[in-house]
């Protein structure tokens, strides 16, 4: 059985993952930097306080993955001096939406709420999917 403990913050997620009491203060997803607790100050701390959740640290170390943290990374950065140019994405382009689609229908321009939400004001052809 376990003796090493890590403590949940059940309040809250950061996308997926857990959040883990950090050893520093304050909290953290990384385990690398959660604070590390016995059995008994881990069982303690649930008593104050429900939401403050102990894993046995055996168990949530062979579930642990390797992440990146959109925080801390920079793509120009690490790109900077490779001699690698990205390929600029093309323009956003919205959608136009035509009663019947080509399919029949008045051929008019309609907003995508119109076309997905009732029949054609203009000649009555029902454009819901």
């Given at each position: 059985?376990?003796e090493e403990y890590y403590l949940q913050d059940n309040r809250s997620f950061v996308?997926?993952?857990?959040?883990?009491?950090?050893?520093?203060?304050?909290?953290?997803?990384?385990?690398?930097?959660?604070?590390?607790?016995?059995?008994?100050?881990?069982?303690?701390?649930?008593?104050?306080?429900?939401?403050?959740?102990?894993?046995?640290?055996?168990?949530?170390?062979?579930?642990?993955?390797?992440?990146?943290?959109?925080?801390?990374?920079?793509?120009?950065?690490?790109?900077?001096?490779?001699?690698i140019e990205l390929k600029k994405p093309a323009p956003y382009v919205k959608p136009?939406?035509?009663?019947?689609?080509?399919?029949?229908?008045?051929?008019?321009?309609?907003?995508?709420?119109?076309?997905?939400?009732?029949?054609?004001?203009?000649?009555?052809?029902?454009?819901?999917?």
């Open positions: 059985m376990s996308g997926n993952d857990l959040l883990f009491w950090a050893e520093v203060g304050g909290y953290t997803t990384d385990l690398s930097k959660a604070e590390v607790f016995t059995k008994d100050a881990a069982i303690g701390q649930n008593r104050m306080r429900e939401t403050d959740i102990p894993w046995p640290k055996a168990y949530l170390d062979a579930k642990t993955r390797p992440a990146v943290d959109v925080q801390y990374v920079e793509l120009k950065e690490a790109l900077e001096g490779l001699g136009t939406y035509r009663c019947g689609g080509g399919y029949g229908g008045c051929g008019r321009m309609m907003t995508e709420q119109a076309y997905y939400s009732r029949s054609c004001v203009n000649c009555e052809t029902d454009n819901r999917p």
